[in-house]
Antibody, heavy 118, light 109 residues
Framework: QVQLQESGPGLVKPSETLSLTCTVS????????WSWIRQPPGKGLEWIGY???????KYNPSLKSRVTISVDTSKNQFSLKLSSVTAADTAVYYC????????????WGQGTLVTVSS | QSVLTQPPSVSAAPGQKVTISCSGS????????VSWYQQLPGTAPKLLIC???ERPSGIPDRFSGSKSGTSATLGITGLQTGDEAHYYC???????????FGTGTKVTV
């Protein structure tokens, strides 16, 4: 059974860079797409982007200029960096796995709340 | 704002049936597979339906999905109080080059 676990700071200052890591167990990051999805408090889901094991990426156009997703297959981890954060980036951040054929999000981490505040 | 539109809320009595619509366009639902997610309060979303109408292992057959043109529908029969949750549709949008989620629907039993 694939399990994903997010880790990283729960508080980030405005204008700084949010950094999160997702550790995958029970499966390999050498296949599938590995994604980040966020959910502001009380709001809906927003797809941030994904990375394939080869390193190719796709990002949400609304966040593309600020997002970097990377993968370390040797550690079975992938990471998110979101630069120049503001209060609008406060959200629960989920790491997840997406299928190659139909892009369904089939496994999710438990989520981690990141608050942007000084 | 999302390119996939869902009703904000639906409700029905225990044992009854509800349907949730997800309206999109040719750049998303019209040409890609739709998936559906259940998010119970305080938890991560869970995949309910993939490939428009397929249930992953462990998902009861009370949940069903369908797609027609640029719209998709999630059906829940035999409603239980444990089905009270937010439900989201999702699909790839070829014009945006991104995965998109619906606006979400709260189901009240």
């Amino acid at each position: 059974q694939v399990q994903l676990q997010e880790s990283g700071p729960g508080l980030v200052k405005p204008s700084e860079t949010l950094s999160l890591t997702c550790t995958v167990s029970g499966g390999s990051t050498s296949i599938y797409y590995w994604s980040w999805i966020r959910q502001p408090p009380g709001k809906g889901l927003e797809w941030i982007g994904y990375i394939y094991y080869s390193g190719s990426t796709k990002y949400n156009p609304s966040l593309k200029s600020r997002v970097t997703i990377s993968v370390d297959t040797s550690k079975n981890q992938f990471s998110l960096k979101l630069s120049s954060v503001t209060a609008a980036d406060t959200a629960v951040y989920y790491c997840a796995r997406q299928g190659e054929r139909s892009a369904e999000v089939d496994y999710w981490g438990q989520g981690t709340l990141v608050t942007v505040s000084s | 704002q999302s390119v996939l539109t869902q009703p904000p809320s639906v409700s029905a009595a225990p044992g009854q049936k509800v349907t949730i619509s997800c309206s999109g366009s040719s750049s998303n639902i019209g040409n890609n597979y739709v998936s559906w997610y259940q998010q119970l309060p305080g938890t991560a979303p869970k995949l309910l339906i993939c490939d428009n109408n397929e249930r992953p292992s462990g998902i009861p057959d009370r949940f069903s999905g369908s797609k027609s043109g640029t719209s998709a529908t999630l059906g829940i029969t035999g409603l239980q109080t444990g089905d009270e949750a937010h439900y989201y549709c999702g699909t790839w949008d070829g014009r945006l080059g991104a995965f998109v989620f619906g606006t979400g629907t709260k189901v009240t039993v």
